[in-house]
C-alpha cells in the first residue's frame, strides 16, 4: 500500500509548490513556485531533499494532516506553534511519524508563508516537468487547487528510515528589512523625474490587495510621463508595473505571462520573496541598484541555498516528547523571552 498524508484540515491557502514552470512563459503558461524558495528549501533540506522537490506553501496557517502508512519524515519551516496527536513538537525540526499520527501546524506568528516537506517528496505526475500549483489555469499539484479536507497526498517513500534527526536555527536566515533593492526599467522612460523621485524617496505599504500573483501597494502616485498603455511584453518575477492609477503593483511567483503598463524597475529576486513575506500595513521603500550588484545579491542567495545541509545541526534523536528538549524550544515566542 502506497502511503499517505490525508489532509483533515487545511490552512486558507496551501498549494504544492517547487521551483516553478520555469521555460514555459512564452507559451502563456505562468511559472508559479514557491513564493519565498528559501524557506521552501529549508524545509526541503531537513527532510534531504533537493532544494527544488515538491513541498506544500501555506499562508498564515498551516494544515493538519494525519498518516496513513509511513513511517513518514517530515519537517515545518515557519514561525508557527506546532502539535503532534495534540503534544508541542519543534518547528525547523525533521521528525518522523508514524500510522495515524496528526501534525497540526498552527497560526504564523510571522511573516506571511510557512512550508512543510516530506522526505523524497509527494508522489504526483509533474504537469510540464513541475508539481506546483498554480490555480488559476487549475495546473499542477492536487486537480490544481489548494488543499482541502479529505485530500491525501500519496508519498514517494513509503517508510521512512530510522535515523537521526535534524534541526536549522532560523536566525541564520539572512535579515529581510523594509527595503526592497530594484533595477530601474525597463519603461523606466515612460515616467517623469517626479514620478521616479517618488517610486525611490517615499514609502509605500502592503495593501489587503496581495496574493501570490502580485501586490498592490499604497503610497505617492507615480507620474507618468507617457500614457501608461504599452505594447503587451513579457513580464519577469518581480516586475514593478505602474497602471493607471499611478500606485505600484509588484508581480510574484502566479504573475500572469504578459502585461500592458509600464514598468519601472524589478525587485532583485531575493527580495521579492522578501516582500512575499510581507503583511497587509507593512511599510516598505525601494533602493535601486545596478546589475552588477543584482548579480553579487543572486549569487549570495545561490550560496545561501547550497549552503543549507551544512547548516543543519543534528537534533540528537530525541523522543518525540522529551520534556527536556521540547522546554529547550521556545514554544511561545512573542509573550515571553527564551530566558523567561
Request: proline share 6%; charged share 20%.
Amino acid at each position: 500500500m502506497t502511503s499517505h498524508l490525508r489532509v483533515v484540515a487545511a490552512g486558507p491557502s496551501s498549494t504544492l509548490q517547487d521551483r516553478g514552470r520555469i521555460g514555459y512563459q512564452r507559451y502563456g503558461v505562468s511559472v508559479a513556485g514557491a513564493a519565498d524558495p528559501l524557506l521552501h528549501a529549508v524545509a526541503n533540506a531537513l527532510v534531504g531533499n533537493r532544494p527544488g522537490e515538491g513541498a506544500v506553501e501555506f499562508t498564515l496557517a498551516g494544515d493538519s494532516i494525519v498518516v496513513e502508512g509511513g513511517p513518514v519524515r517530515i519537517a515545518v519551516a515557519a514561525d508557527a506553534e506546532l502539535t503532534v496527536d495534540g503534544e508541542p513538537v519543534p518547528a525547523w525540526t525533521s521528525l518522523r511519524l508514524t500510522d495515524g499520527q496528526t501534525l497540526r501546524i498552527g497560526a504564523l506568528r510571522s511573516g506571511m508563508r510557512g512550508y512543510w516537506a516530506v522526505e523524497s517528496g509527494f508522489a504526483l505526475q509533474p504537469v510540464l516537468g513541475s508539481v506546483a500549483t498554480h490555480i488559476r489555469s487549475r495546473m499542477g499539484g492536487l486537480d490544481g487547487s489548494a488543499l482541502k479536507a479529505g485530500d491525501r497526498l500519496p508519498l514517494a517513500l513509503d517508510q521512512a528510515a530510522d535515523r537521526g534527526e535534524r534541526c536549522f536555527d532560523p536566525s541564520l536566515l539572512p535579515a529581510r528589512g523594509g527595503r526592497l533593492r530594484v533595477m530601474l526599467g525597463p519603461q523606466q522612460d515612460y515616467f517623469t523625474p517626479a514620478g521616479i523621485e517618488a517610486f525611490l524617496e517615499e514609502d509605500y505599504t502592503v495593501s489587503h490587495e496581495a496574493d501570490r500573483m502580485g501586490c498592490r501597494l499604497d503610497g505617492p502616485v507615480i507620474e507618468h510621463a507617457r500614457g501608461f498603455n504599452i505594447t503587451s511584453d513579457g513580464i519577469p518575477l518581480g516586475a514593478v508595473q505602474v497602471p493607471g492609477t499611478g500606485r505600484p503593483i509588484v508581480l510574484l511567483a502566479d504573475r500572469q505571462t504578459t502585461g500592458g503598463y509600464p514598468k519601472i524597475a524589478c525587485v532583485v529576486g531575493p527580495d521579492v520573496a522578501a516582500l512575499a513575506q510581507m503583511r497587509p500595513g507593512e511599510r516598505l521603500r525601494f533602493t535601486p541598484v545596478d546589475a552588477t550588484e543584482a548579480g553579487r545579491i543572486q549569487a549570495r542567495h545561490r550560496e545561501m541555498v547550497d549552503g543549507l545541509p551544512a547548516l543543519l545541526q543534528s537534533a540528537g534523536g530525541f523522543a518525540l516528547y522529551d520534556s527536556g528538549r521540547l522546554l529547550g524550544f521556545n514554544l511561545i515566542g512573542g509573550a515571553v523571552t527564551g530566558w523567561d
